[in-house]
């Protein structure tokens, strides 16, 4: 092998390890102007109580855990409730314009709702953006036979 091909192969090498570095610093979390992982946060549903008599009221709290505090998807979206007896719910909220590092999500949503019939139910939580979900949650809710049934 002359000269000239040892170059181009040892070119060629050289940049199959650079572009594995360049694949390898791609996997690497974000990191938002704080120097934290620009990460998802995790969303977490929990009716309380979880068992119940009908008629039954239950308080359903969403959590948004970890992540960054300025994640994009979930600035400012729509909150749709999917309870699971026919019912459902949305609130969209106006907020200011995002701005990266400076705009903060909101982690916690909590809201009521009666189950007046005895049966099983699962309840849906969806964070929406431009009525696409980014986010979502379920839990289960059973409700027993009051003294009327």
Same mark, same amino acid.
């Given at each position: 092998?002359?000269?000239? #091909? ?6 060629? *090498? /050289? *940049?199959? !390890?650079?572009? &594995? ?21 995790? !969303?977490? !549903? ?15 709290? /969403?959590? !948004? ?5 300025? +994640? ?19 609130v969209t909220s106006d907020c200011e314009p995002y701005e990266a590092g400076k705009s903060e999500i909101r982690r916690r949503f909590t809201t009521e709702h009666v *189950?007046?019939?005895? &049966?099983?139910?699962?309840?849906? +939580?969806?964070?929406?953006? #431009?009525?696409? /979900? ?16």
């Open positions: 092998m002359d000269n000239m #091909h040892r170059v181009v192969w040892a070119g060629v *090498f /050289a *940049f199959g !390890l650079c572009a &594995g570095v360049t694949a390898t610093a791609a996997q690497k979390p974000e990191k938002d102007s704080k120097g934290q992982d620009n990460q998802r946060p995790k !969303l977490t !549903l929990k009716a309380t109580p979880p068992i119940g008599v009908s008629p039954s009221l239950v308080v359903v709290t /969403a959590e !948004l855990q970890g992540g960054a505090n300025d +994640f994009e998807e979930y600035y400012c979206p729509t909150i749709q409730w999917e309870w699971g007896d026919d019912a459902q719910s949305e *189950f007046r019939r005895p &049966g099983s139910y699962k309840v849906f +939580f969806r964070l929406k953006r #431009h009525n696409k /979900a980014v986010g979502s949650a379920s839990t289960n809710v059973q409700i027993q036979p009051g003294a009327g049934f």
